[in-house]
């Protein structure tokens, strides 16, 4: 049913891949001057599988083209292997020793979540601060290569329709490849642009790119207990701007080195996600300059900055919110349902489906006022087909029954209820603090074990957008 040397072939790389990224982190070891051993154990125990499986699937044919339930078994293990040889070095380090806590962390870096079980980040060796925040970084590669070209190459989760424009997608599948390459080449340049800036605000060189990998990969790691708090204006100014560059589909980044100005102009999800952020950055200015005694320029700022970070789901925090006016922090978890776009490296609902469903529940109503009309759902001026408009709509009822069902596990773990949702909230949109006892003020070191788990499992649901991980549980998907 499924090529079983060609899944081995793709879980070789993964393995590569990170076995890699930890001899990059022995790099940072050797310049400040620590132990590289621990990255050498894990090195070797991350590529010796690695060559192995290189070896076994050596004659594997190369113009096999996978069928879905291939690409959903592929895609999970993936993610699997990926976050449980990250978690070699907390355990190697003496960073994290305990394995439910590593793994946790190490699923939150690569998810580009941002939660954390750390009390205190800055007692961490250098290497092990790099290699936290560089989770984040090839997280958030895997994600937008995911979810731009392989999900829509294979109409996984009706991404076939809006990640890129069918004409667009039409001219990529024959240039996988060289697409992949631009698109790496802009989260690269947004990346080094980042580092640039922050470097101007006299940020060192080591946090300005650990705080760069967790921006453009809208994770949220910081090398810091404060986050950002302790940051000048200019530095927080810089993060938002990159963030919101992070949550716009990288598809738009594309067209703009293309310069057709044109389609970015006309996209609907832009829109309307710029037009949230700036609604929703307003609405808690307003709520923060009447209701407390800070100036305008700090209630902006913390505004913008805190508004940003949750609807792109980066995760970062200036303050803690959870001090705000009451109404002003509830919006805020309702924000955190809201996503980036469709394309990028933020997780959520997503805009673009957001916008569905609001010109769904528009033409409901006015079916109803004019009974006789005919009309059809239209995203960027291409009709949307009633199988891929069901489909949307059905992962939105979905993801608010797994929200639920992981809101209701919780509580049954003694846990109190805000505490529950909010937890569940932000770590299937990827987002990090919550509210309740998981506020940007504190973390989820105090969770029971069984909660950790749980929360991990939905951090990594959440990000490769439910269906595929659902899908291998029902007995269906094992039928020839």
Same mark, same amino acid.
């Given at each position: 049913m499924i090529r079983l040397k060609f899944i081995l072939r793709v879980l070789s790389r993964i393995l590569y891949i990170n076995a890699f990224a930890f001899i990059v982190c022995a790099c940072v070891a050797i310049i400040y001057k620590e132990?590289?051993?621990?990255?050498?154990?894990?090195? /070797?125990? !991350? =590529?010796?599988?690695? $060559?192995?499986?290189?070896?076994? %699937? +050596?004659?594997?044919?190369?113009?096999?083209?996978?069928?879905?339930?291939?690409?959903?078994? /592929?895609? !999970? =293990?993936?993610?699997? $292997?990926?976050?449980?040889?990250? %978690? +070699?070095p907390y355990i190697f380090t003496g960073g994290i020793t305990y394995f439910p806590d590593a793994f946790?962390? !190490?699923?939150?870096?690569?998810?580009?979540?941002?939660?954390?079980? +750390?009390?205190?980040?800055?007692?961490?060796?250098?290497s092990l601060l790099f290699w936290r925040s560089l989770t984040?970084?090839?997280?958030?590669?895997?994600?937008?290569?995911?979810?731009?070209?392989?999900?829509?190459?294979?109409?996984?989760?009706?991404?076939?329709?809006?990640?890129?424009?069918?004409?667009?997608?039409?001219?990529?599948?024959?240039?996988?490849?060289?697409?992949?390459?631009?698109?790496?080449?802009?989260?690269?340049?947004?990346?080094?642009?980042?580092?640039?800036?922050?470097?101007?605000?006299?940020?060192n060189l080591f946090e300005s790119i650990c705080h760069a990998f967790?921006?453009?990969?809208?994770?949220?790691?910081?090398?810091?207990?404060?986050s950002i708090a302790g940051y000048s204006p200019y530095i927080q100014y810089v993060i938002t701007a990159f963030m919101i560059l992070a949550g716009t589909n990288f598809v738009m980044h594309y067209y703009l080195l293309k310069r057709e100005f044109q389609k970015v102009k006309q996209n609907e999800e832009l829109r309307f996600y710029l037009f949230?952020?700036?609604?929703s950055a307003i609405f808690l200015t307003g709520a923060l300059y009447f209701n407390t005694d800070k100036p305008l320029e700090l209630s902006f700022r913390e505004s913008f900055f805190q508004i940003s970070s949750i609807i792109t789901c980066t995760g970062f925090a200036t303050t803690d919110y959870l001090e705000w006016p009451i109404y002003a922090w509830h919006f805020i978890f309702i924000a955190m349902f809201f996503g980036g776009c469709t394309g990028s490296t933020a997780g959520g609902i997503k805009m673009a489906r957001h916008v569905v469903l609001f010109k769904n529940i528009k033409r409901v109503i006015r079916k109803i006022i004019y009974p006789n009309e005919m009309s059809c759902i239209k995203l960027n001026n291409t009709k949307i087909s009633s199988e891929t408009n069901n489909s949307i709509l059905t992962f939105i009822f979905v993801y608010f029954i797994v929200f639920i069902v992981g809101t209701v596990s919780l509580v049954l773990l003694n846990i109190d209820g805000k505490t529950s949702a909010s937890a569940v909230a932000t770590c299937m949109a990827g987002i990090g603090p919550g509210i309740g006892t998981v506020g940007p003020a504190n973390n989820f070191y105090h969770l029971p074990d069984m909660a950790k788990i749980i929360l991990s499992f939905l951090m990594i649901i959440g990000r490769l957008e439910i269906y595929t991980?659902?899908?291998?549980?029902?007995?269906?998907?094992?039928?020839?």
């Open positions: 132990s590289t051993l621990p990255y050498i154990y894990a090195t /070797t125990i !991350t =590529l010796l599988p690695a $060559i192995f499986l290189h070896l076994v %699937t +050596l004659k594997t044919d190369n113009e096999y083209v996978m069928r879905r339930q291939g690409a959903y078994l /592929t895609v !999970t =293990l993936s993610w699997l $292997i990926l976050c449980l040889t990250g %978690t +070699l946790f962390e !190490t699923v939150s870096g690569f998810t580009t979540t941002g939660a954390s079980i +750390l009390r205190d980040i800055e007692v961490l060796p250098y984040h970084w090839i997280g958030g590669i895997g994600i937008m290569v995911l979810v731009i070209i392989i999900m829509p190459s294979i109409q996984m989760g009706g991404y076939q329709l809006f990640s890129m424009e069918s004409s667009v997608q039409t001219k990529i599948k024959p240039r996988i490849k060289s697409v992949g390459i631009r698109l790496l080449l802009i989260y690269v340049s947004l990346t080094v642009a980042e580092i640039i800036l922050l470097m101007l605000g006299n940020m967790g921006t453009i990969a809208t994770g949220g790691f910081s090398p810091k207990n404060t949230i952020l700036i609604a991980v659902i899908l291998l549980f029902t007995r269906s998907f094992w039928r020839k």
